[in-house]
């Protein structure tokens, strides 16, 4: 629609400006840092940094309704710097220029409804929400659309100079990332970090592809992760992990969409997502909390995490009722199908800390909880899903087993209803539904075939050598294996 064809009162606002002032905060000491630097933990203590917009009270100004209709009408508008995460300006980084924003196609995932079928096996209404959809495929584009349309905004100022950004990945950062880098150009360069064998070849053909050197470490994704902070503590290097805050920024879309989907009532909502590094559901609780303090929704939805019991330090943290007994300890991961999640020290580790003690204090002691699943649940959940039409991942199949869990531990009341994150597409992660059809699995995965979920291609052979009776005699044969009944 064109700017004149809003209502007035709207087309005021409906192109924002950058009128943040955004700071590194340091969640440790509180400290704060210019953004004009590239910092990614307090210089002072090694804390962790969220980004705080010491403006945030320009946005109070306006009352709840102002947003909605700000947000709603915005999606109206064909500019495309606005059309993907930056739809919600003002709460994701308002201080890069509309010029600098990179708009890929992400955001916007679909929220796809669970069929009766699903709704009646699982027990509740939910849906998926399609992150598998973005532009490389996994949720981690939302993030990189902001920490590269920050970095992109960074390289034009005076005596920038050309960047390198560096990742360490389970395969879907250093997918996305080198999809932004490469769309970006020469200004900047990226080198990713995998740990080799532990990531699929499609997530390994996806930042070669793009261009981006790869380099392959001995171990798994924890020992990428230290080699990447030594060089971004070392060298200049822009670090495109989750403790890059811009990446937090960018991610909080997920629940601004959420909000924006069910027009800002979420009663009765419960946010399932898998927890690997702990970025994403950082960015989900902080995406919500920012609206309830901006009076976008009145109630927080509850945030239900997921782990494997192969990799499941956060779950195990919170398995201590008392919160001053809480100690935080890194466990050592377990091969395990959800291996984009596969983490055992997670590195937003201290900032879940701090936003779920935010969230439970203003939505009651159950409104953040943490469950584990086997591997077994994660890819009998996955396999059921997509058998009724969705497109999810191991990851995916982790928060369905994991809504189950709660569900059959009664966590969840009869008229709460799932929003699922399926973090990746499907195809990313096809080779452990390879193996579950096959019965492949090494025995450390644990995962035993149902014969009801395993499915495989039949091969047919003609009986004849002539090609003119071939295809009658395929056709006769496939009547025959389906049953088909001859017409009148
Ligand atoms: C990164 C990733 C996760 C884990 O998210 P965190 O932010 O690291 O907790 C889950 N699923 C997929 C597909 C991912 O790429
Ligand atoms: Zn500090």
């Not at 209404?125 to 659309?145: E, T």
């Not at 989907?261 to 979420?266: A, I, Q, R, S, V």
């Not at 983490?343 to 969230?359: D, F, K, Q, T, W």
């Amino acid at each position: 629609m064109k700017l004149d064809d809003f209502p007035k009162d709207i087309q005021l606002h409906l192109i924002p400006r950058p009128t943040g002032d955004l700071v590194y905060r340091c969640l440790e000491c509180g400290a704060e840092y210019d953004i004009s630097q590239l910092l990614y933990t307090c210089p002072k203590c090694k804390g962790l940094f969220l980004l705080e917009d010491k403006a945030a009270d320009r946005l109070k100004a306006h009352p709840g309704i102002f947003w909605r209709r700000l947000f709603d009408y915005r999606k109206m508008l064909n500019i495309p710097a606005l059309k993907g995460v930056f739809l919600f300006y003002e709460l994701i980084a308002p201080v890069i220029p509309l010029t600098d924003i990179i708009y890929l196609g992400e955001g916007h995932t679909p929220q796809v409804a669970a069929n009766d079928a699903l709704r009646e096996e699982v027990g509740r209404a939910f849906y998926f929400k399609n992150d598998g959809q973005n532009p490389s495929a996994s949720f981690k584009d939302r993030g990189m659309a902001a920490a590269l349309s920050y970095l992109n905004f960074l390289a034009k100022q005076p005596g920038a100079g050309k960047m390198l950004a560096i990742c360490a990945s389970t395969g879907d950062t250093s997918a996305a990332a080198a999809l932004y880098s490469a769309y970006l150009g020469k200004q900047i360069a990226s080198a990713v970090l995998l740990p080799h064998g532990k990531v699929t070849p499609q997530q390994l053909a996806q930042p070669l592809g793009s261009g981006a050197r790869v380099l392959e470490v001995p171990g798994v994704f924890d020992d990428c992760m230290k080699v990447v902070e030594n060089l971004a503590d070392n060298y200049q290097v822009a670090l495109l992990n989750s403790k890059n805050s811009w990446r937090i920024r960018g991610q909080e879309s997920y629940a601004y969409e959420i909000a924006q989907y069910f027009d800002y009532d979420l009663q009765k909502k419960v946010i399932a997502v898998p927890i690997g590094n702990a970025g994403n559901i950082t960015a989900i609780m902080q995406g919500f909390l920012r609206l309830l303090d901006l009076g976008v929704i009145e109630e927080l939805p509850r945030v239900l995490g997921v782990q494997s019991r192969h990799a499941n330090p956060v779950f195990r943290y919170y398995l201590e009722p008392d919160k001053a007994k809480r100690v935080f300890k890194p466990v050592t991961v377990q091969p395990s199908v959800a291996q984009a999640a596969m983490i055992g020290a997670p590195v937003s580790m201290p900032r879940v800390i701090r936003l779920a003690e935010e969230y439970t204090r203003r939505a009651g002691a159950d409104a953040v909880t943490v469950v584990e699943v086997t591997e077994q649940e994660i890819m009998d959940s996955m396999l059921l899903a997509n058998r009724h039409g969705h497109i999810a991942c191991t990851q995916g199949g982790e928060s369905l087993a994991g809504f189950r869990a709660a569900i059959k531990a009664g966590l969840l009341s009869p008229e709460e209803v799932g929003v699922l994150d399926a973090t990746a597409h499907h195809l990313k992660f096809i080779g452990f539904q390879q193996m579950y059809f096959d019965n492949t699995f090494p025995p450390e995965f644990e995962v035993t075939p149902k014969p009801e979920y395993q499915n495989r291609p039949q091969l047919l052979t003609p009986q004849t050598g002539d090609p003119e009776k071939k295809t009658q005699d395929l056709a006769s044969q496939i009547a025959a294996l389906l049953n088909l009944t001859p017409k009148g």
